[in-house]
Each structure stands twice: as structure tokens, then as C-alpha cells.
């Protein structure tokens, strides 16, 4: 995996949208006051639990919206936190759309944006949900397109979410560089043969899967300057 080589022959760049382009535990910390200690906690396992259901529901060809995964995560973190508080479900759910993104995104989308790159997102989420996510966050005007799994009712890492892209971008796979911070969903796109910038914001391990990253790097804004 490089860290500094240049990747050549790009044409399009696309996002993983929760915990790449935004912070998931932005929703908790809306209402951390709240939740008191149990707030990190919650959070964490909210995020493991809406991960491993997509994934579930994958395998058992048992299909739901990401919306209505995110709830039944969320529902099984409150439930395990002894937290039975309705309102306060709801106005969880709601900050979900409402997402912070993470400091450096607009300037990189922007310097990306400005060499010529088509942008795009494809993500788990619901065209509703990316839609409130962008433009609550400022960067609706810089993305081309936000691809959602609904158009083929199966989430990442199965390929057919990721020939999305390619089938809507217009774009072979090696010309897209596709960026993730989840470790798993680097390795998918790299095994259905996108290049591959893994965005390791807190420094984790490598998965020990198919599908090799051509990228590790910190954050987004090292990357206009590695591809061309």
C-alpha cells in the first residue's frame, strides 16, 4: 500500500458518505448531555450495530432501507444501555440527517472539483437520507452524484453496488479512485477493481481480506495531490 506514489489515469473520484465524508458520531454528540456517560458508548455501538445488519441482512437476502436499519440499530444500542426514552430516539434519528462533516471535506471536494474530477458519492444510504446529508452540510453543489444502494437493494460490499458507479459515472473501474475510512469497504472496492484510498482517520489496523488499498492516507486532503 503507498503513501506517496501518484495514481494516474483517474477520471472520477467517489465517496463513501458515513465516516468518510461525515462523522456518524456527530448525531450522539448533538444530544450528549442527554445520554450522559452512556454517550460514547451508545455511539460506538449504534455504528457496529447498523454495520453488522447490513451486512446480515445481505447474506440472509432479508433487504431494508438503510433508514430502517439505522433505527433497528439504534433501538438495539438503547435497549442494551436500558435507555427507553422515545423522544429522545427520534431526535437521535433526526441529527442523523443532519450529519457534521468532517473539517477538511468542502476543501478537498472543492481542489478535487477544480482539476476536473467527476465526484460522486455511493453509499448504504437512502437517496432521502444522502440528500438531507449534503445539503445540510454545504457540499451539494460540488457532487455529481449520490448513489445510493436502494437502486439495487443490496448493500456494500456486494459488486453490484459498486458497478454503480461505473455504470452511472460513465467511467471503466481503474479510472474511478474510490475513498472509504471502513476498512472493509476499501477492500470491497479494490477487489471489484477500483483504485482504492483508504482514509484511516484513527489509525486502525489493515483487514486481512480480498481487495488491497493503493492509498492509506489520514485524511482527504492529501488526496488532490496523489492522483492525476
Not at 117 to 127: E, Y
Request: charged share 25%; net charge negative; hydrophobic share 45%.
Amino acid at each position: 500500500m503507498s503513501t506517496s506514489n501518484a495514481i494516474d489515469g483517474i477520471n472520477a473520484c467517489v465517496f463513501d458518505a458515513y465516516g468518510t465524508l461525515f462523522d456518524v458520531h456527530s448525531a450522539v454528540g448533538k444530544h450528549r448531555g442527554r445520554l450522559g456517560g452512556n454517550a460514547d458508548s451508545v455511539s460506538a455501538l449504534w455504528r457496529t450495530k447498523q454495520l453488522e445488519y447490513t451486512w446480515l441482512r445481505s447474506l440472509m437476502k432479508h433487504h431494508a432501507d438503510f433508514w430502517q436499519v439505522t433505527r433497528d440499530a439504534l433501538d438495539f444500542a438503547c435497549d442494551t444501555h436500558g435507555i427507553e426514552d422515545a423522544v429522545l430516539k427520534n431526535d437521535l434519528m433526526d441529527a442523523y440527517l443532519s450529519l457534521s462533516a468532517y473539517p477538511e471535506v468542502p476543501e478537498a471536494l472543492v481542489a478535487l472539483k477544480d482539476r476536473g474530477f467527476k465526484l460522486a458519492i455511493l453509499s448504504n444510504g437512502t437517496p432521502g437520507m444522502l440528500e438531507a446529508a449534503v445539503r445540510n452540510s454545504g457540499i451539494a453543489s460540488l457532487l455529481d452524484e449520490n448513489l445510493s444502494v436502494e437502486s439495487v437493494g443490496i448493500f456494500k460490499p456486494d459488486p453490484k453496488v459498486y458497478e454503480l458507479a461505473v455504470d452511472r459515472l460513465g467511467v471503466a473501474p481503474h479510472e474511478i479512485i474510490f475513498q472509504s475510512s471502513n476498512a472493509w469497504d476499501a477492500s470491497g472496492a479494490a477487489a471489484f477493481g477500483f483504485r482504492v484510498a483508504w482514509i484511516n482517520r484513527f489509525g486502525q489496523r489493515p483487514e486481512r481480506l480480498p481487495g488491497k488499498p493503493d492509498l492509506e492516507i489520514r485524511d482527504l486532503m492529501a488526496l488532490p495531490g496523489m492522483i492525476r
